[in-house]
């Protein structure tokens, strides 16, 4: 344990231990009674040992649990497990992904900043910069995902935060991560990735040169559809001077029972992760050959626009998230839209759900659900048809899947009917 009386200790684990031990086992020592599994510490507040003592960790001269809203034991090895995993020296838990977004802005951004944000990231990151953030004077650039010289051009003496998400949601668009860290470097900007759909088990953007990793715990960090949950991974610096005094005035708090969740996640998350891109590997080569199927977007396909880029990115993984195109009878939205409603609804065992990382396999409709508030041309502008369907690959068996997606194909237009 760390020498140091004024350091929370860490469990003891020899140097060089390795990211799946790390999994398992990184955070705090065990409490007194020596539990094997990680406790779970509700409890709202902590009891001080004197009156000088408490003043001293108030002041921040001493390491401590004060209080949950900030300071919580079972959030504390949540938030350093997955630091150990993303390889950056600290982690801050936030009450939701979002939450941990929110968390960037307030703590790096003020009135008469600039951000560049790629165009293709999740909904909600849309709104936040391009409409929330706004409202406080911060001014939001939006650019294509995979046009660096875009990244570049939109560069501003006011530039202070790029922000990323690789791969992206549903078109799974892989930015160059270190293509865009070198743009931050010369701005003197920083770069933040969110990392949900890789996971530190296939892509550490740090190592790219990424400042900032965002994560939603809600998807394949947990892993199960459990709990909401976010967190940031950052250097101690950028946590303890940026981030941590956000979060002690703002409350943006994960639970420590959705802490406790997603930690129990971290320790099966490489081998889920592994399995699931496996299967979804599997099942995007099967779509890709079928005569019903116009285009599948998935990144460990030789046909992905990114296939090189994502390989040498994600430790040689195309991720657990499928989109591809129906056709329908005839080639209008309306057709392919019915082709794609009709392919869902005649499923029995994928969920319905616009939620992905589960080990349910999920399927959507993200035309209609995730991106049903843009407008039909801003849709197309991100190449999000109606005939577009997304599969979130889980631990099901994939001849199910295929089974299941079979169920609702049409027969191909110039194919002879069956009678
Ligand atoms: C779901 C999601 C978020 C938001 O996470 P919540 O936990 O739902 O707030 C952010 N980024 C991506 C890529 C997501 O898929």
């Given at each position: ?9 860490r ?7 390795r990211?799946?031990t790390?999994a398992?086992r ?7 009674w020596?539990?094997n599994?990680e406790?779970l510490?509700l ?7 004197d ?5 001293r960790?108030f002041?921040n ?13 079972t959030?504390?090895?949540?938030e350093?497990r997955l630091?150990a ?11 939701s992904g ?5 968390l ?6 003020k009135?008469?900043?600039h ?17 929330e953030?706004?409202?406080?004077g911060?001014e ?5 995902q ?19 998400e ?10 160059d991560?270190r293509?865009?860290?070198?743009i ?9 990735v969110?990392?949900?759909f ?9 190592e ?12 394949y960090l947990?892993?199960?559809g459990?709990?909401?949950?976010g967190a940031?991974?950052?250097?101690q610096k ?10 002690r005035?703002a ?6 029972f959705?802490a ?17 891109s496996k299967r ?9 050959a079928r ?6 977007y ?10 090189e880029l994502a ?7 195309g991720g657990?998230v ?16 019915a082709?794609a409603?009709?392919?869902i609804?005649s499923?029995?065992?994928?969920s319905?759900?616009?939620?992905l990382?589960d080990?349910k396999?999920t399927?959507t ?6 991106h049903?508030?843009?407008?039909e ?5 991100a190449?999000?048809?109606q ?7 889980g631990l099901?068996?994939?001849a ?6 079979l169920r609702?194909l ?10």
């Amino acid at each position: 344990m760390s020498g140091d009386p004024r350091k929370i200790p860490r469990v003891d684990l020899p140097a060089g231990t390795r990211r799946d031990t790390l999994a398992v086992r990184e955070g705090l020592p065990a409490s007194p009674w020596g539990e094997n599994s990680e406790a779970l510490f509700l409890t709202s507040s902590f009891v001080q040992p004197d009156a000088a003592t408490a003043a001293r960790r108030f002041a921040n001269e001493e390491e401590a649990f004060i209080y949950s809203r900030f300071t919580n034991p079972t959030v504390a090895m949540f938030e350093r497990r997955l630091a150990a995993l993303e390889g950056t020296e600290a982690c801050i838990a936030a009450a939701s992904g979002m939450g941990a977004i929110l968390l960037l802005g307030m703590g790096l951004l003020k009135a008469g900043d600039h951000v560049i944000c790629s165009q293709s990231v999740f909904g909600s990151t849309v709104m936040l910069f391009g409409r929330e953030f706004a409202k406080f004077g911060v001014e939001t650039s939006f650019v294509p995902q995979t046009d660096v010289a875009a990244w570049r051009a939109a560069v501003r003496p006011n530039t202070k935060l790029l922000f990323a998400e690789s791969p992206t949601n549903p078109l799974t668009e892989v930015c160059d991560i270190r293509a865009l860290a070198a743009i931050a470097s010369d701005c003197g900007a920083w770069l933040a990735v969110d990392n949900c759909f890789c996971t530190p088990a296939l892509q550490r953007p740090v190592e790219y040169g990424a400042h900032i990793v965002i994560h939603s715990g809600t998807k394949y960090l947990d892993g199960q559809g459990r709990v909401i949950a976010g967190a940031l991974c950052a250097s101690q610096k950028l946590i303890d001077e940026k981030f941590m005094p956000v979060m002690r005035t703002a409350g943006i708090t994960l639970s420590p029972f959705s802490a406790w969740v997603v930690l129990k996640g971290l320790e099966t998350l490489s081998i889920r992760m592994e399995a699931q891109s496996k299967r979804a590997l599997e099942l995007a080569r099967w779509l890709e050959a079928r005569p019903e199927i116009e285009r599948v977007y998935y990144p460990g396909l030789a046909s992905h626009p990114q296939h090189e880029l994502a390989m040498a990115q994600q430790a040689g993984s195309g991720g657990a998230v499928v989109s591809f195109i129906v056709r329908g009878a005839a080639s209008d939205p309306a057709s392919a839209r019915a082709a794609a409603f009709r392919l869902i609804d005649s499923t029995q065992i994928c969920s319905i759900t616009a939620n992905l990382g589960d080990t349910k396999t999920t399927i959507t409709h993200p035309a209609s659900t995730s991106h049903g508030r843009l407008t039909e041309e801003q849709r197309l502008a991100a190449g999000i048809t109606q005939g577009m369907v997304r599969v979130a690959v889980g631990l099901d068996d994939v001849a199910d899947i295929q089974a299941d997606i079979l169920r609702g194909l049409l027969p191909p237009a110039d194919a002879p009917r069956d009678r």
